[in-house]
């Protein structure tokens, strides 16, 4: 299991695999490098403490402690795959940010957005 910890709160637990986890922290890695933030949104599903939430948004920074937890009892050994970084990269620059769909013990990034945002004029 691997977790994600926000400003000292937990945020998000990866139950299934710490390869989520260990491919998001490597790309706000490069992000947070040059000085850039990010949104982490959550979509439906359940909050830590097991209330329901239609959604929220997280914005980490540099600034901001963002902590990445690996529980390593199992030895999973996690490859970083490069096309799944620039994936997530791509997401840190919309502004919706990476999304995560369902509960925050089981998630899973999507690529459709609750929300349009209109374009500038």
């Not at 919706?96 to 209109?118: R, Y």
Request: with cysteine; glycine share 10%.
């Amino acid at each position: 299991m691997a977790q994600l910890v926000y400003n000292g709160d937990p945020v998000l637990m990866a139950t299934h695999s710490q390869d989520l986890l260990a491919h998001l922290q490597v790309a706000a890695f490069e992000q947070f490098k040059t000085g850039q933030g990010f949104f982490i949104t959550f979509v439906g599903g359940t909050g830590m403490s097991g209330e329901t939430t239609p959604g929220n948004s997280i914005w980490c920074h540099p600034g901001i402690s963002l902590q990445f937890i690996y529980d390593d009892d199992d030895g999973e050994q996690v490859t970083i795959d490069r096309s799944q970084v620039d994936n997530l990269l791509g997401f840190m620059d919309l502004p919706h940010g990476v999304l995560f769909s369902g509960s925050s013990n089981v998630a899973e990034v999507v690529d459709s957005v609750p929300f349009v945002v209109p374009p500038n004029s």
